[in-house]
């Protein structure tokens, strides 16, 4: 057993009084004030979350290019200078390694990749497993990674970073610096709100928070932990590895289809991938609301009128911002219209369900 | 560090519920140390009246906004009182789980199975070590 690894901002929340758990490894804060509260905080003002839980592996040299290419499902060759984007890492089975922000720094010569934390070892080994001659490097131990998101998020880091990160396009990023460290902010995030993600050397991370939270007093900031995170993500249905993506689902059928380019480009698993969508895809990944009283969870699954098992809950939660039960399930393809009415097995009770439009919440 | 009310006449479970006995009858709830580590409460499902429950075995679920966690019995008996206002009014729990935010009543089987549930001080040793 490895010991539990610490973020450089483990301090600044035991200071706020969070609550600490285990996350894939980690000592990582949960809570601070109340869930709803946060959660509520980052849909009108600003939040701060440590991510610097996530891993960063750097791909150097003539040949990163190419590596990236193919080992990812989304165009490199289209990211310039200071642009990233959204990607998957496909194994070689029709499922997914990871799902990954690619960064380009150089074009042609120097990319960032941002991976999920739990992933990480994982996709640095199988990164390296297969690369094409790239310098892969994993840089994890070396950034910090603070995620302002909020309607207020971007005057901040404005006030902070000095770099007008609120005239940046989404997905780009610029290199800066803070105290004298190097600060990449890019306008990235998981909540489905403004904002962007601050890397950081570790050093100057509990400067950079501390100053994030000083300078937005009257901004209302306030730190956000992992349920507020998972509930943002949420209700905009976006994926979280180990719940809505994994080694073995198909990506069309989890709906990350704009981002794989099978005409433009050959890259790893493409066969096994497209062979499973041209055959027809049994099961969609869809959102859901209750039409009787109960809350879905992961793994729950679901039934047809005829008690016929048609799917299985990814996630599920109450929205704070609706104050409603919402959920993620795969379910069979004829069932995976909107409007659609299912059951949802909540501990041998049959609660009726129907799929909804989704993002949960337009923003 | 937030100090809770433990009663002294109330017995404790090491699931973090409490029990108020008069004569054979149980008045169940959760502790305010419990009501605080789930957080805000949204969801309650309680037995129905006439049920049977079980020493240490669950009985129903109390939800918040992350997880799903089960309440279990302190004593054997038969449920004869369960707290509608809760399925109304979730959030009682959080605000006065000792008091208004009772679960159910219990006509208890066995008065020796007080013998496994906790007093006072053993209790608040409990909390002091979890923590």
């Known amino acids: 057993m490895s010991e539990q690894k610490k973020t450089p901002l483990c301090d600044e929340h035991i200071k706020l009084g969070a609550r600490m758990v285990d996350f894939a490894g980690w000592y990582m804060p949960v809570q601070y004030i109340g869930l709803r509260e946060e959660h509520n ?8 979350f440590d991510v610097s839980h996530m891993g960063e592996i750097r791909f150097k040299g003539p040949k990163a290019l190419a590596t990236l290419e193919w080992l990812t499902t989304n165009e490199v060759t289209k990211l310039n200078d200071g642009e990233a984007q959204y990607s998957l890492l496909p194994n070689d089975k029709g499922g997914l390694v990871d799902d990954i922000i690619v960064y380009c720094v150089k074009k042609d010569a120097d990319y960032m990749v941002c991976v999920n934390a739990s992933n990480k070892d994982k996709d640095f080994a199988w990164m390296t497993l297969n690369n094409k001659g790239a310098s892969i490097i994993d840089e994890s131990s070396e950034w910090a990674q603070i995620a302002v998101q909020g309607p207020k998020a971007l005057t901040l880091v404005d006030r902070v970073l000095a770099n007008n990160a609120s005239s940046m396009k989404s997905f780009t990023f610029v290199i800066g610096k803070f105290k004298g460290a190097t600060v990449v902010t890019a306008t990235t995030g998981y909540t489905g709100e403004k904002g962007c993600e601050i890397f950081i050397k570790t050093a100057e991370a509990p400067a950079l928070w501390q100053a994030l939270l000083e300078q937005g007093k009257d901004l209302g900031v306030q730190a956000i932990g992992l349920g507020a995170r998972d509930t943002l993500r949420t209700e905009m249905k976006y994926s979280l590895y180990g719940h809505e993506i994994d080694d073995v689902k198909n990506p069309y059928a989890a709906g990350l289809g704009w981002v794989i380019k099978p005409s433009n ?18 099961q969609l990944l869809v959102g859901f609301k209750m039409l009787d009283k109960g809350i879905p969870r992961q793994g729950y699954e679901l039934f047809d009128k005829n008690d016929q098992n048609i799917g299985k809950v990814t996630s599920g939660t109450v929205s704070p911002t609706l104050d409603e039960p919402i959920g993620i399930a ?6 995976a219209t909107e409007g659609s009415e299912f059951f949802v097995d909540i501990r041998g009770r049959k609660v009726k369900a129907k799929v909804c439009k989704t993002p949960f919440i337009q923003k | 560090m937030a100090t809770y009310h433990i009663p002294e006449d109330y017995y404790y479970s090491k699931d973090h519920e409490w029990a108020q006995v008069d004569e054979n009858i149980v008045t169940v709830g959760i502790t305010e140390f419990a009501q605080q580590a789930l957080g805000e409460i949204v969801y309650v499902e309680l037995p129905e009246e006439g049920q049977k429950v079980n020493q240490g075995e669950p009985f129903g679920v109390v939800e918040s906004v992350k997880a799903v966690s089960d309440l279990y019995a302190p004593v054997s008996g038969t449920v004869i009182e369960v707290n509608m206002s809760l399925t109304d009014d979730p959030s009682v729990l959080n605000d006065n789980p000792m008091n208004d935010g009772w679960l159910i009543r219990i006509e208890m089987d066995s008065e020796k199975e007080l013998a496994n549930l906790m007093r006072s001080p053993d209790y608040k040793k409990l909390i002091a070590e979890a923590k």
């Open chain 1, 330 to 335: 795969y379910i069979a393809t004829q069932h």
């Open chain 1, 41 to 48: 905080n980052v849909r009108n003002n600003v939040g701060l």
């Open chain 1, 265 to 282: 480009k050959d890259f790893m698993g493409k066969k096994q991938i497209l062979a499973d969508k041209e055959k027809g895809l049994n």
